[in-house]
């Protein structure tokens, strides 16, 4: 694979991570991925992408801007011809927080994830803020790390501006990537009952072996696999929200084996339940 990193940086608190990538041909992430602490941007210099989010495949190309809040499933695939260049910028709170125990109240994503289709002007706005974030980072001189600070705070200003030029809908004019959202969408509505890839398969008239393939290519997760994620992820917010006992919420979310729950949530989350709930408790 013909691949050149142009840039990579990394904060010492692993806060802020920055990279510049241009790749000349295919590539399709591996498997689709949370960030549980960490905002991405994502700007594409060239070439064309398909990006799914939580449960929605979009469509992005040359000038667009990716948006993804934190712990929102995503995966990018190739789109059309091979071959893109990008800038991706992933971010905490502690990063852009101006002073200790204070942060923009507005900021990051208050309008959601998805792709922002820019003017030429203001593709060229963002390119400025980022190349200028990107010699920052270089070259280190003093203040480098406010400077930064203050130019991403800039940027997510911009993003909360351009809110309404966010496409938050699946590509329509490709029809199996919007049967491929609409089948996400029922899995994250419906996570509680018992879904088969026969019934999925029957329901929205796809045959199963073309169903596994293409949501796998397309998602980045197995169909099962994305079924367990939206199962731990409701779970993981009824751990945190509530007091209810374990058992109680593995029912909740479609498990009457506790020991299969665990193993589930091990699997997905690489804690346990229990340890979820004091670990999540104690930061707060």
């Not at 190309?61 to 011809?81: F, P, S, W, Y």
């Not at 109240?105 to 974030?133: E, Y």
């Not at 398969?201 to 099962?224: A, D, H, N």
Request: glycine share 6%; net charge positive.
């Amino acid at each position: 694979m013909q691949e050149y990193r142009l840039f990579q940086y990394n904060n010492e608190g692993r806060t802020l991570h920055f990279s510049h990538l241009l790749r000349k041909s295919p590539y399709d992430q591996k498997k689709s991925h949370v960030h549980e602490k960490h905002y991405e941007i994502y700007f594409l210099l060239s070439g064309e992408r398909n990006y799914f989010i939580q449960d929605r495949v979009l469509a992005a190309q040359k000038g667009d801007l990716v948006i993804v809040n934190k712990n929102e499933l995503h995966h990018t695939a190739d789109r059309g011809e091979p071959g893109h260049e990008r800038l991706l910028i992933n971010f905490t709170d502690e990063f852009i927080r101006l002073q200790e125990g204070e942060g923009p109240a507005l900021l990051p994503f208050p309008n959601g994830s998805g792709v922002l289709k820019l003017s030429w002007d203001d593709q060229a706005v963002v390119k400025t803020l980022m190349f200028k974030m990107m010699e920052e980072l270089k070259t280190e001189p003093v203040g480098y790390s406010l400077f930064v600070r203050s130019l991403l705070t800039e940027l997510l200003l911009l993003i909360c501006r351009w809110g309404d030029r966010k496409e938050t809908d699946s590509d329509s004019r490709k029809p199996l990537h919007e049967k491929i959202s609409q089948i996400a969408r029922h899995i994250m509505k419906h996570y509680k009952e018992e879904l088969s890839i026969a019934a999925l398969s029957e329901q929205f008239f796809i045959s199963p072996y073309y169903l596994c393939r293409m949501f796998k290519k397309l998602t980045g997760v197995g169909i099962v696999e994305y079924i367990q994620i939206a199962r731990v992820k409701e779970a993981q917010r009824l751990l945190v929200e509530t007091d209810e006992k374990i058992i109680a919420i593995a029912e909740a979310v479609g498990y009457d084996n506790l020991g299969h729950f665990n193993r589930i949530f091990k699997k997905i989350a690489f804690i346990s339940p229990l340890q979820y709930r004091k670990k999540m408790r104690a930061n707060k």
